[in-house]
C-alpha cells in the first residue's frame, strides 16, 4: 500500500519535469553553441606554427569546432593495410 501511494505522488513531479523540459533541451544547446563559438575564437587566435603543432589547419577550424570528438586526420588517411 505504501509503494502505490508513493508512485502516486511521483506522478505530478514527473509532469511538472517534461513542461520544462524544452526549456531545458534549448538551453544545452545555447551552451554547446557557445562552447563552439568559444573554441573557434581560441583555435583562430593562435598561428599558424601552432595549429601545424596540434596537427589541424585553419581550413579545419570549423570542422574541429563542430565535431571536437572526430579527430579530422581520421577522415582523409585511407584504412590500414592488412598485410
Known amino acids: 500500500m505504501g509503494t502505490i501511494h508513493r508512485i502516486t ?3 505530478p513531479a ?3 519535469r517534461q ?3 524544452p526549456l531545458e533541451t534549448y538551453w544545452n544547446a545555447f551552451q554547446a553553441w557557445r562552447k563552439r563559438q568559444r573554441l573557434r575564437a ?3 587566435d593562435l598561428s ?3 595549429l601545424m603543432d596540434i596537427g589541424t589547419t585553419r581550413g579545419e577550424i570549423d570542422y574541429v569546432a563542430s565535431n571536437r570528438s572526430i579527430d579530422p586526420r581520421g ?3 585511407s584504412p590500414p ?3
Open 75 to 77: 577522415v582523409r588517411s
Open 19 to 21: 513542461v520544462y523540459s
Open 9 to 11: 505522488e511521483l506522478g
Open 14 to 16: 514527473i509532469a511538472r
Open 42 to 44: 581560441t583555435l583562430c
Open 48 to 50: 599558424d606554427r601552432e
Open 81 to 83: 593495410m592488412n598485410v
